[in-house]
C-alpha cells in the first residue's frame, strides 16, 4: 500500500487560507469516506482535526475544514495563525481492511 | 478523562525485540480497538496495525506482517506492540492510537515511545 500523496510543504501569511491535498486511488481515499486528518507539532502526540472527510471534532477550531472530490481529499485552514503550524498527515481506510497515511505537509505561517 | 499512557523508551541491538505498553483509561476499553502507528526520525507517520476491541482479531500493515504482534490484556487495560528482527531502520517513535468501533478515525493517541536499535 503506498502512501496518500501530499505536498511537502505550504505557507501562508496569517489570516489567510491554505489548502492541503491528500491524493490516492479509488482503493482509499476514492473508495471511503473515511478519510481523516490530524496535525502534529514535533514531539508531540497527533491530535485529530477532521474525520471522515468533512466532520469536526468537539473543540477543534472551525476554521479548520475537510473536502473530498474523487480520490483527492483536502484540509483548509482559513485565517491561518502562528499556532497552526504543524505537519498536516491525512489517513484513509483501505480496501485491504487497513489504513494509509499521507506522506505529510509541513504548514509555515510567514 | 481519556489516557493512553505508554511504557519509557527502549533501546535494542539489531536482530532483538521490543515490547511496548500502552495502558489506557477513563473509558469502557474492552469498546475500542487500539492502532500502533510510528514515526521515523525524519520521516512521516506509518500505520502499523490495529488490534480490535475483541481482542482476537488483528491486522497488519504487508510491510510488518510476520515481525509484529499486537496483544491486550482486558484485566489491565493494557494493548501491547511487540516487534522482532529489529534492525536500524525500526528507529522510531511508536504511538498507540484509540479507534471507536466503526468510527474510523483515531481520536486519542499516547505520547510515543521511542524505540532506538543500535549496535
Known amino acids: 500500500q503506498s502512501a496518500l500523496t501530499q505536498p511537502a510543504s505550504v505557507s501562508g501569511s496569517p489570516g489567510q487560507s491554505i489548502t492541503i491535498s491528500c491524493t490516492g486511488t479509488s482503493s482509499d481515499v476514492g473508495g471511503y469516506n473515511y478519510v481523516s486528518w490530524y496535525q502534529h507539532h514535533p514531539g508531540k502526540a497527533p491530535k485529530l482535526m477532521i474525520y471522515?472527510?468533512?466532520s469536526r471534532p468537539s473543540g477543534v477550531s472551525n476554521r479548520f475544514s475537510g473536502s473530498k472530490s474523487g480520490n483527492t481529499a483536502s484540509l483548509t485552514i482559513s485565517g491561518l495563525q502562528a499556532e497552526d503550524e504543524a505537519d498536516y498527515y491525512c489517513?484513509?481506510?483501505?480496501?485491504?481492511?487497513?489504513?494509509?497515511f499521507g506522506t505529510g505537509t509541513k504548514v509555515t505561517v510567514l | 478523562q481519556v489516557q493512553l499512557v505508554q511504557s519509557g523508551a527502549e533501546v535494542r541491538k539489531p536482530g532483538a525485540s521490543v515490547k511496548v505498553s500502552c495502558k489506557a483509561s477513563?473509558?469502557?476499553?474492552?469498546?475500542?480497538?487500539m492502532h500502533w502507528v510510528r514515526q521515523a526520525p525524519g520521516q512521516g507517520l506509518e500505520w502499523m496495525g490495529i488490534i480490535k476491541s475483541s481482542g482476537t482479531t488483528t491486522i497488519y500493515a504487508h510491510s510488518f506482517q510476520g515481525r509484529v504482534t499486537m496483544t491486550r490484556d482486558t484485566s489491565t487495560s493494557t494493548v501491547y506492540m511487540e516487534l522482532s528482527s529489529l534492525r536500524s531502520e525500526d528507529t522510531a517513535v511508536y504511538y498507540c492510537a484509540r479507534e471507536g468501533v466503526a468510527t474510523f478515525y483515531f481520536d486519542y493517541w499516547g505520547q510515543g515511545t521511542l524505540v532506538t536499535v543500535s549496535s
Open positions: 489517513t484513509s481506510y483501505t480496501s485491504s481492511f487497513t489504513y494509509v
Open positions: 471522515g472527510v468533512s
Open positions: 477513563g473509558y469502557t476499553f474492552s469498546s475500542y480497538h
